[in-house]
């Protein structure tokens, strides 16, 4: 699948690649790129087949955001709501997602830009990229990219971020908590290999049942969180993969999973 803003592929693995491809635009999240991803997106969560995505960008930027050009030529409340709707649509569609999502980041991710890196399972970044909630420096507080921001970084770091729009670089990044791992540019695609070797190794469902239950309880009551993670390791358990790797465990053999 690819049309001229997101191309869709997957090799041997089940290692599905989407690429944002509109890098004249800066890869902006216009409605048409918001469709496309989706579209994509849509159909990585059909695939029984995908084990993990990586989204990647063509060009120097990222993503840069909304495009506040074509946003500044429509006044209408209706347009604004429904824009909004459709990206938080799409990212939610990225956690809800059987599969992990690792997002490569090669260039500037700012205001939507850097609420996608946030809303992606991992990131890794080259050490050249840099990231910015700069909605604020045009008067308008990155509100949809501060939920992902604020459940991955520290509140005042966060914060610092959405207040003054500035940029920071991907080092600051890592140590905030929106990276996993910040690589040299060259680097970039063996930084995404190790993660991805790492998942594709796994077996499916406890991978698929884990991200679920991660995201479930994070918004729960400790209590709550608990009794969930307690029915789904012990659901987990009925699995094949689960019964094959603690009988390899038991046997101080390496599992063959299915």
Do not use: W
């Given at each position: 699948m690819s049309d001229s803003l997101v191309q869709l592929s997957q090799d041997e693995r089940g290692v599905a690649r989407i690429t944002l491809s509109d890098a004249q635009r800066f890869n902006a999240?216009?409605?048409?790129?918001?469709?496309?991803?989706?579209?994509?997106l849509d159909a990585?969560?059909?695939?029984?087949?995908a084990r993990v995505v990586v989204l990647a960008a063509q060009g120097k930027a990222f993503c840069a955001g909304h495009n506040l050009k074509d946003m500044a030529a429509h006044t209408e409340l209706a347009y604004y709501q429904q824009l909004f709707?459709?990206?938080?649509?799409?990212?939610?569609?990225?956690?809800?997602?059987?599969?992990?999502?690792?997002a490569r980041v090669q260039g500037i991710a700012t205001a939507a830009g850097c609420q996608l890196v946030a809303q992606c399972d991992l990131a890794v970044a080259s050490s050249e990229a840099r990231f910015a909630t700069s909605g604020i420096q045009y008067g308008l507080f990155c509100s949809t990219p501060s939920v992902p921001l604020v459940r991955n970084m520290?509140?005042?770091?966060?914060?610092?971020m959405l207040l003054t729009g500035e940029f920071i670089d991907a080092q600051t990044?890592?140590?905030?908590?929106l990276l996993n791992r910040v690589v040299e540019p060259e680097r970039l695609d063996a930084g995404v290999e190790e993660l991805v070797s790492a998942i594709v190794s796994k077996p499916r469902v406890a991978i698929r049942m884990g991200k679920e239950l991660?995201?479930?309880?994070?918004?729960?009551?400790?209590e709550s969180a608990y009794q969930l993670a307690g029915q789904t390791m012990a659901t987990n358990m009925l699995d094949a993969d689960a019964q094959e790797g603690a009988q390899a465990f038991a046997q101080k053999r390496r599992p063959r999973w299915r």
């Open positions: 999240l216009s409605s048409e790129m918001l469709m496309a991803l989706q579209s994509a990585v969560a059909k695939d029984e087949q709707a459709q990206c938080s649509r799409m990212m939610l569609s990225i956690q809800k997602l059987p599969v992990p999502v690792i520290p509140i005042k770091q966060s914060m610092e990044a890592l140590h905030y908590g991660v995201y479930r309880q994070r918004e729960m009551g400790l």
